[in-house]
């Protein structure tokens, strides 16, 4: 048995007992306003307040996902009615979630492998790929990453090692486009404060590989 309360939990009841087995609470200080169990995959799921959506295992006593569903203008208006989860249900592995206004299809992907490329020391504020194209070769490709640490890395896209990497020498950070991605354009432009540079190929970035053409 699952049951959710105003003091901001969600309780799971052994029902032969009566005894609470397990509580979850919300870590935004709201009170849980959906809930859903997913029979196929043994998983709990949750809505609140502010629009945040949560899968648990309940066996392992684990969230597994935390993701705020929203609309930006409900978010920017801090409108509770606007983001409160009405209700919560699966069917073909979809989640479909309803509120005031609205009513979404989610998809819901699992078991997806993924690896993590280490680097950086700063939060990565946009990515690029560069995709080999006409007579190029695989070897052009690349994964390019820009972070506050005043860096832009690329990136090997099949094992995400290392190729090369760009110091930013003003103290500003590397620029990017304005939808927050690098720009896509072969050989790939990096925005800097004064001029646009435009690097050829993984090498670093210098007289031999660049041109410089004002804004």
Known sequence: LVSASYDNTVRLFD???????????????????????????????????????????????????????????????????ALTIRDLSVSNGELLVSRAASCDYWLLVRDQKYSEAKGHTGAVIALGVHEAKGEASAEDEAVYSASLDNTIRAWNPYDMSSLSVLQHGRGRRPGYGRAGHLRRHPPLCLRTAATWALAQGHGSLGPAGAALEPL
């Open 15 to 81: 029902t032969q007992t009566g005894t609470a087995v397990l509580t979850i609470e919300n870590m935004n200080k709201c009170r849980f306003s959906a809930l859903c169990w997913d029979a196929a995959h043994q998983e709990l799921l949750l809505g609140d307040e502010v629009g945040f959506v949560y899968l648990w295992n309940i066996a392992a006593e684990k969230c597994l996902k935390c993701e705020r569903l929203h609309e930006a203008g409900a978010v920017a208006t801090n409108n509770r009615a």
